[in-house]
């Protein structure tokens, strides 16, 4: 077991206390933070090693925050004191307020390392299993292409077959070219050229004449333009179009006799070639054009230029670039093998530059954003050329064992695709210039064949033809921008309100910590369980002490150092599917595989390895045991898969109740008894109903069913602490979910099911979560939707007829993309938040209001700060909650015992509040508070935030006053009742006094006589306002004395003058 990895990102936390803004000015802020770390040097370590370092002493040094910035900024420049206090934030995960070299180094290392990690996993492409498509070609395929126009791709073999396949790689259609200059049998097409913006392709052959077809012939591929009569067979075309302006288009065309040859046009929209006045009439008429009449100048609509600096040297490929406004094109030849021409301003001419490469060239490919050509050399070499430098390479991609046949980029990923005459497949990083993928071994085995490579970036799809085949590498969807938690699917998740953290499982037997307020990961534990996935896991009364159950059938508890204490041999040396872990006062209670609870007793916990005792009240239930809850002091409710409900006295491990959702199969028997005269034995439900363990395996169509038992399952039980004896009074005090997305509340006292609803419809089993003061419901479904209810008034008052309206829904929203398996609840800064993970492997942070804060993972880390922003109606009385449940929690942990021994000191990792955190305190213990005027006002405060409501006329619950355990029921009728004697004879008891008659000159006493202290502020108002009030003072009359001086010296200088 190991925790290696320390995840400290470069993000700044955004403000606000509920939500993770990422708005430009943040963003701007975020990279410059980043570069800070990537900006210092190996001496600018040194530097900052030997201030570390005391100097004749071997102790190590530490540094506060102040030091750290004032220290480092003095000699590392150029930096800024904010920067160096940022990351120094950064360093200080456990916020001790203190750094040392050691934590220095650490933070560097392990924040490149995963920096690394993530580069990797957002670069390096996934494919698909290769796919040979339909051999419908019996020739050698010469060209592959995408049409945009008609999301369509086009391949074309030397014998003129043209194949058209769907988007969906779907052959659709073949069609034969043919031409009136040769046979059938003698046809030989070269190359072929999609001509995007008129919705043409332009075709070569071996006969020296290019034909034009209009793809949006009535007649299917019909030839529109015909040109020959060029001096050489063109073996490699390219074509450009302004996207801007439409009629503009080159066509580039490179030949047998080294010539470089291109047609400018300059009203493609409206025709490409001029039409003859003798050529016959009618569209599908074909023009035939001659070479020559394109070089004289006959057609107005069009141009040509061209060069021979390749000599005789056959050109292989030719293109246009429009950011430099150049024709590039490469030969074989070691001289001149790459050229580059350029037209001048007002001269017919192309002006050109060379670049000699060592052998020759097969192809290449220009990058017009990084403004590289990279070519593929015969002498197995990948070269990369800054066009204007031509003496050398400005990269050189070493790899290959054979002739580099084909390249290109990747425009978006700053990436190279190039593969070799041995069917290799290399994909290169540009920056790094190294290969980072290769691909080989899957390619047909051929000795001798000729090959075109094709990438369409959109699509992300590689075509690479060998011969007459044409083989597939597609890419898999980009799952590496997906924000994640864990690697696989993410199974449970808790908040450690001690140390401030949230700790997840998953399938893979790993858990991770992480920092609530930053989303920060601080440490990972891998193979708990070895190979086995932890189903479920909870924390000791203390939450010092973590508990893991795992289908190996074993239960291990830890401490937060990584290590296991004991392990709990829950299935008896086999597995089993646990689905939940209760640690109660003296016991721990496992349930999840079997209809009996099984249980630990926490003076058995002497060993490592610890075996179950005997759980006294034996089987209860007729189906397993998926959940269990427990309500101080001895009140424990189990669930099953059948939809029954048994109480339990956790005291004597006796059941003294069954529930059910049919009435008439409630039970009640006296403690010890057993139940069976009103049930029939039901079969067992398969593995599949064990729906709480394996929920990260679930859909939403295989479990609703609504004539299945499933849907009675029971996933989930919940009282409702905050709700003090109300079922005394009639109320709910136990809340149940599970199959057909029902919620229901239940009065265990009276055995009576109070309400249900329906939470999610047709979606399946569900799970769901209370706060700790009974007013928020959450509820997630398998569809990765979470609702969230107000349930603070539902169900308070007795009712004879079942509830079937639901509770107010505040938000119903989808922070997941998979399963919710486990949903959590906590409170930070004074606001109630929702922690959810789902088998999308994540683990996603929100509000009560839906506003998701950031998912954990992620490389911009959030910050709850002090303010929340809640609606005005609800934010006082959700500041109260949350500071109310923090001082619940405190109160617990003291009184709780710590599982495995003496408690365990507070790990290095712990989290610490921040400065925001020392400002809530310090609003909350005020001086203020205890003054008369301060008591009044919070109280006046809180009565205005109260929300009374009656129920019938008999009782009212306030679920959130300070006397919300008292039952405030309706007055009762007045009885008559007998006067007093004093009242019926006043005389007899107040006649001498009556008589008396006050004296007339009545002298009140003085002030100063009944003053008892002399009058002080002091002991009036409190502390902070009189410090607030010096201050001002203070500031005033410096700046009074300033402009004093000021006026004296102005006043000085003008009697001077």
């Known amino acids: 077991m190991s925790y290696p990895h320390l995840s400290l990102n470069d993000s700044q936390p955004s403000a606000g206390c509920l939500t993770s803004d990422r708005t430009e000015d943040t963003a701007a802020m975020k990279n410059v933070v980043e570069q800070l770390e990537n900006r210092l040097s190996i001496y600018d370590f040194m530097k900052m090693q ?18 750290f910035t004032e220290q480092i900024c003095a000699v590392i420049r150029p930096s800024t004191k904010e920067e160096f206090g940022e990351m120094f934030d950064k360093i200080d995960v456990t916020r001790d307020g203190i750094i040392d070299w050691d934590k220095v180094t650490s933070f560097m290392l392990l924040d490149l390392n995963e920096k690394d990690e993530r580069t990797r996993s957002s670069v390096i492409p996934q494919w698909k299993n290769l796919r040979l498509l339909s051999p419908i070609h019996k020739d050698i395929i010469q060209n592959v292409t995408f ?32 031409t009136e200059a040769v046979k059938l049998k003698d046809l030989w097409v070269t190359t072929l050229v999609s001509l995007a913006n008129v919705n043409k392709i332009a075709i070569a052959f071996t006969s020296k004449e290019i034909c034009f077809y209009d793809l949006n012939s009535k007649q299917g591929l019909s030839c529109q333009y015909r040109l020959h009569g060029l001096r050489g067979t063109v073996i490699c075309m390219d074509y450009w179009y302004n996207p801007h302006d439409g009629n503009e288009a080159i066509l580039t065309l490179g030949d047998v006799s080294g010539q470089v040859q291109a047609i400018s046009f300059t009203t493609a929209l409206i025709s490409l070639f001029e039409r003859p006045a003798s050529s016959p009439e009618g569209e599908e008429a074909t023009v035939t054009i001659s070479w020559q009449e394109l070089v004289s100048g006959y057609h107005k609509c069009c141009y040509t230029l061209k060069h021979k600096l390749h000599y005789k040297d056959w050109v292989k490929q030719v293109a246009y670039s ?8 490469g030969t074989t030849s070691n001289v001149n093998t790459l050229v580059l021409a350029w037209r001048e301003k007002l001269k017919p001419r192309l002006k050109t530059t060379s670049f000699d ?35 050398k390479p400005a990269g050189v991609l070493q790899g290959h064992s054979a002739s580099v046949i084909a390249v290109q980029f990747i425009t978006e990923r700053k990436q190279l695709f190039s593969f070799s005459k041995d069917k290799v497949l290399r994909l290169w990083d540009i920056q790094h210039q190294l290969c980072i993928q290769r691909i080989a071994g899957s390619f047909p085995k051929s000795l001798d064949f000729q090959s075109t490579l094709y990438f369409n970036e959109a699509h992300g799809r590689l075509f690479i033809s060998f011969n ?30 001690v140390f401030k953290q949230v700790i997840s499982s998953d399938t893979g037997s790993t858990v991770t910590f992480w920092l609530i307020d930053t989303g920060q990961k601080i440490k990972q534990f891998t193979g708990c369980h070895g190979n086995a996935e932890i189903s479920t896991m909870t924390l000791d009364a203390t939450e010092t002490r973590l508990l893991t159950g795992s289908t190996d059938g074993t239960v291990k508890i830890w401490d937060f150092n990584g290590h296991c204490h004991h392990k709990l041999n829950v299935g008896r040396d086999r597995a089993v599917d646990i689905s939940q872990i209760m640690v109660l006062k003296r016991t721990i209670l496992v349930t999840g595989w079997d209809r009996i609870i099984t249980v630990f007793r926490l003076s058995n916990l002497t060993q490592f390895f610890v075996l179950p005792a005997e759980w006294k009240g034996g089987v209860q239930h007729q189906d397993d045991i998926l959940c269990a809850a427990f309500l101080p002091p001895h009140t424990l409710v189990t669930g099953s898969c059948g939809g029954e409900i048994v109480v339990w006295n956790n005291s004597t491990e006796n059941a003294y109740l069954k529930i059910y959702l049919d009435p008439q199969k409630s039970l009640k028997s006296k403690s010890g008894e057993r139940a069976t005269d009103t049930l029939l034995l039901q079969q067992q439900l398969s593995s599949a109903r064990r729906m709480s363990s394996r929920r990260h395996t679930m859909s939403v169509a295989d479990f609703y069913d609504t004539d299945t038992e499933c849907n009675d399952a029971i996933t989930k039980l919940l009282f409702l602490e905050a709700r003090k004896n109300i079922s005394v009074t009639g109320g709910a005090n136990l809340v149940s979910c599970g199959g057909a997305g029902y919620v229901r509340f239940w009065n265990t006292l009276k055995s009576q099911l109070m309400a249900e609803f329906e939470a999610h419809s047709r979606a399946g089993s569900i799970i769901m979560t209370i706060d700790k003061m009974s007013q928020y419901l959450i509820t997630g479904d398998l569809a990765g939707w979470v609702k969230i209810w107000n349930i603070q008034d539902y169900c308070l008052g007795s009712s004879e007829n079942k509830v079937t309206q639901p509770p107010p829904l505040i938000r119903s929203f989808q922070p997941h993309d998979d399963c919710v398996t486990y949903l959590e609840t906590c409170v930070r800064s004074s606001c109630l938040l929702i922690l959810s993970s789902s088998s999308d492997c994540s683990v996603v942070l929100s509000d009560v209001y839906g506003t998701t804060i950031g998912i954990f993972g992620q490389e911009e880390h959030w910050r709850i700060e002090n303010t929340p922003s809640h609606p005005k109606g609800e934010q006082n009385q959700d500041e109260n909650v949350g500071q109310r449940e923090e001082k619940d929690d405190v109160l617990k942990k003291k009184e709780a015992p710590v599982l495995g021994g003496e408690p365990s000191p507070k790990p290095p990792e712990r989290a610490i509040l921040g400065m925001e955190d020392k400002e809530e305190s310090v609003n909350m213990f005020s001086p203020w508070e205890n003054t008369i005027l301060g008591k009044k006002y919070k109280e006046s405060k809180i009565q205005k935030g109260k929300k009374h409501k009656f129920f019938n006329g008999k009782t009212m619950q306030n679920s959130t006053g300070t006397f919300r355990s008292l039952n405030i029921g309706a007055l009762e009728a007045v009885v008559e009742m007998n006067k007093p004697d004093f009242v019926l004879n006043p005389d007899k008891y107040f006649g001498e006094m009556t008589e008396e008659k006050c004296p007339e000159n009545l002298k009140l006493p003085t002030l100063s006589e009944t003053l008892k202290a002399i009058f002080d502020e002091k002991s009036l108002f409190p502390k902070e306002i009189l410090d607030r009030e010096q201050k001002t003072r203070q500031l005033c009359e410096q700046m009074c004395n300033e402009g004093k001086m000021k006026r004296n010296k102005k006043q000085a200088k003008m009697k001077e003058k």
């Open 357 to 391: 490469i060592a052998r020759g060239i097969n192809a290449f490919d220009f990058h017009s954003r990084l403004n590289l050509i990279a070519t593929a050399g015969i002498n197995h070499r990948v070269c990369l050329w800054n066009p204007y430098v031509t003496s």
């Open 147 to 178: 049409l945009k126009g008609s999301s369509c791709y086009l391949t074309v073999s030397r014998n003129g077959l043209l194949g058209v396949w769907g988007e969906n790689l779907k052959l659709q259609r073949t069609l034969q070219i043919t």
């Open 322 to 329: 429009s950011s430099f406004d150049a024709f590039i094109s």
């Open 50 to 67: 030997e201030i570390f370092m005391s100097p004749g002493l071997n102790r190590r040094v530490v540094m506060t925050r102040e030091e």
């Open 468 to 497: 007459n085949q044409l083989m597939l590498l597609e890419m898999k969807q980009e799952t590496s921008r997906k924000v994640t938690s864990h690697g696989k699917a993410v199974t449970c998740v808790l908040y450690n309100s």
